[in-house]
């Protein structure tokens, strides 16, 4: 991927979230769609072989709207799980004062969609449960994750 955001599924398997930078191998032959994600543009670069028939590509059926639609409810619903997840793990990591584990996890709950923001905030409201020694803990740790990025 060059630009936005899109989606990706081979035929009976689970659409996936592709972004910039992320590579996407499709074997021979194998029945697939992909495009951009909803209220997105993407852009990519496709890499294909010649088939014996001359073509590089055999176009399949559309998809029809409701069929988008449906699967873009599942893969948003699937997607706000995964971020939730991140959020909680995150948590939990701060509350035990976990820093080196912390690290790599904040870094995955970006990835997952979690905001800076957010995890701010989740830091600032846990400091009063958890403590402020293991909210700055955490906090010092994510200034050396986001300065990275």
């Known amino acids: 991927m060059t630009a936005g955001t899109g ?3 081979q035929w009976g398997q689970p659409i ?4 910039v930078g992320d590579v996407v191998r499709i074997p021979p ?14 852009a990519h670069i496709a890499v294909v072989e010649q088939l014996p028939t001359g073509n590089t590509t055999n176009r399949m ?3 029809s709207l409701e069929q988008y639609h ?8 699937r997607r706000r799980a995964t971020r939730d997840r991140s959020l909680v793990t995150v948590s939990a990591l ?3 004062n976990r820093p080196d584990q912390l690290r790599s996890h904040l870094l995955r709950a970006r990835q997952n969609g979690v905001t800076e923001q957010e995890l701010s905030e ?18 010092t740790a994510a200034r050396e994750v986001f300065e990275k990025k």
């Open 7 to 9: 989606r990706v599924q």
């Open 16 to 19: 996936e979230e592709i972004r």
């Open 29 to 42: 032959n194998a029945k697939h769609r992909h495009g951009a994600a909803p209220a997105t543009s993407m």
């Open 61 to 63: 059926e559309k998809v």
């Open 70 to 77: 449906t699967a873009c409810r599942r893969t948003i619903d």
């Open 94 to 96: 701060i509350v035990m």
């Open 122 to 139: 989740a830091m600032t409201h846990l400091a009063f449960y958890a403590g402020w020694r293991s909210a700055l803990t955490a906090v």
